[in-house]
């Protein structure tokens, strides 16, 4: 089993120091985000938790972000949600709530697991 790294949870330029963690808006404009000075807490972390799924599960892109497909035009994905050891992320949908066109829902499942060390 393997953990994630701060890079893979928070993209390529994210560092952290004995008391901060530092977060590129950049870096996650790559899932969604458009960084401007006055993000919402909400768009922040939609846009981590996205970032992490890349490293869980998705679709294979080319490098202009267009899904790469099988003969029969079905997307090629991947799983690697059983690579990690104490944390799994699901995206389960994405939704437009009525009378809300401009706001997109996404739904997420998260299991974060803990080490027991203790044989009994």
Do not use: C
């Amino acid at each position: 089993m393997q953990t994630l790294t701060l890079q893979e949870l928070f993209g390529v330029k994210a560092v952290q120091t004995s008391d901060k963690l530092i977060i590129n808006k950049s870096d996650l404009s790559l899932v969604g985000l458009t960084p401007t000075t006055n993000n919402r807490a909400q768009q922040l972390l939609v846009a981590i938790l996205l970032q992490a799924l890349i490293s869980f599960q998705g679709y294979l892109t080319e490098e202009n972000g267009n899904i790469i497909t099988d003969e029969n035009g079905n997307p090629i994905g991947y799983d690697n949600s059983q690579l990690y050891e104490l944390l799994e992320i699901i995206h389960w949908g994405v939704y437009i709530p009525d009378g809300y066109t401009n706001r997109i829902r996404n739904q997420f499942i998260i299991h974060s697991y803990v080490l027991d060390n203790d044989p009994n």
